[in-house]
């Protein structure tokens, strides 16, 4: 059973891994942003003042779904490649319902699994 204590999440801005930590372990979840680079492309072609507030809708759909996943944890820590972590912080940071949540954020570059795993691990220090 999950403690729904600490929870790991490496993202960009295409995609988060969540890594919920339980008793028995790493439990992963991924997240996906629906603005896909051949929808960019696409909307790009027709107009840019369009493709820029599609994108701004889409990414925000997609923080908004990493943060419905996670609210109901004590500890997040998030890392990644990206700014896409600095934004989702930002974000938490300003909705009252994180208020007791403590958050790491770190940089991290690109990762495997089995890293993402131990990263978690060892921040949690498990």
């Known amino acids: 059973?999950?403690?729904k204590e600490n929870i790991g999440i490496w993202m960009d801005h295409s995609v988060a891994h969540?890594?919920?930590v339980t008793n028995e372990g790493i439990v992963k979840n991924n997240i996906t942003s629906e603005f896909t680079h051949q929808e960019k492309e696409h909307s790009l072609s027709k107009?840019?003042?369009l493709a820029?507030?599609?994108e701004q809708h889409q990414q925000s759909k997609y923080y908004n779904k990493i943060k419905d996943a996670v609210k109901d944890y004590k500890h997040i820590v998030l890392f990644g490649p990206t700014t896409a972590?600095?934004?989702l912080h930002n974000l938490?940071?300003?909705d009252h319902h994180f208020e007791k949540v403590k958050i790491d954020v770190e940089q991290a570059d690109k990762m495997t699994?089995?890293?993402q795993h131990a990263f978690v691990k060892n921040?949690?220090?498990l």
């Open 92 to 94: 938490i940071k300003a």
């Open 47 to 49: 107009n840019e003042n």
């Open 1 to 3: 059973m999950a403690n």
């Open 18 to 20: 969540l890594m919920e």
């Open 85 to 87: 972590k600095n934004e």
């Open 123 to 125: 921040h949690f220090q």
């Open 52 to 54: 820029h507030n599609k």
């Open 113 to 115: 699994d089995n890293q």
